[in-house]
């Protein structure tokens, strides 16, 4: 398939924003690593200047839900950043973004490795969420059955002269028969990790580690322009 026309087939299928997935046949928006409390982290790590996290992800996902208006929103885990107990103000913070979301779609949360402190703050999340073919993980675990799968967990940047841009990565019935497509960090504020500088062996899901990684594509959205990259391995 040539990249033209392999751009056709996933403008058919999806669009893409600001690191979301929006899946048109279901009308649900996927999006994946959010980390509310990362700003936190950072702060006691020495920052001194205030990064407004809160701000920034209330910005990003009230655009995507006045862009796409999905009947359904699903977070495909590392919902927070803190693998300890979360202070009050993370909490805080957690509850606001959630409830803009809640205010105009049904949200979904997939849990990921960061979010086991997410049913002590009060929130349910699920391992994986199936809908109309399509099957929402974190990465963190080896799944055998699913359908076209979606994920995060790897944080997909793409090294460019110097620049590190986030990625979405998609690879056509290279997963068990069934396509695959890896999100890009929602949140800003974390660190990307380059797939076209990546041996498999450093892959963190055990899903992409069984499979052919060259072989993805990765797929730029910047200010409303989407790109479509060859495979990994011809970059």
Do not use: W
């Not at 974390?190 to 899903?207: F, I, R």
Request: net charge negative.
């Amino acid at each position: 398939m040539s990249i033209e026309d392999l751009r056709e087939h996933l403008f058919e299928r999806f669009d893409f924003l600001l690191g979301s997935l929006y899946i048109k046949e279901i009308g649900t928006c996927v999006l994946s690593d959010i980390h509310i409390g990362l700003e936190e982290v950072l702060f006691a790590q020495g920052l001194v200047f205030p990064l407004r996290e809160r701000e920034e992800l209330l910005k990003r996902i009230e655009h995507i839900l006045e862009r796409f208006n999905p009947r359904k929103l699903v977070l495909a885990g590392d919902v927070v950043h803190s693998f300890g107990r979360a202070d009050q103000r993370i909490r805080r913070k957690l509850e606001i973004v959630l409830s803009a979301i809640r205010s105009r779609c049904e949200l979904v949360l997939v849990s990921g490795t960061h979010d086991g402190m997410l049913p002590y703050m009060g929130f349910t999340a699920q391992r994986r969420y199936d809908e109309g073919g399509y099957t929402v993980s974190h990465g963190d675990e080896d799944l055998r059955e699913h359908g076209h799968l979606i994920m995060g967990h790897e944080h997909p940047v793409l090294d460019v002269e110097m620049m590190r841009i986030p990625c979405y990565l998609f690879g056509g019935g290279i997963m068990d028969g069934m396509d695959i497509i890896v999100l890009p960090a929602f949140n800003p504020l974390c660190q990307g990790v380059a797939v076209n500088h990546l041996e498999n062996s450093d892959l963190l899901s055990p899903l992409l580690r069984r499979i052919d990684t060259g072989k993805l594509h990765p797929v730029v959205e910047m200010e409303g322009e989407v790109m479509v990259f060859p495979e990994i391995r011809r970059l």
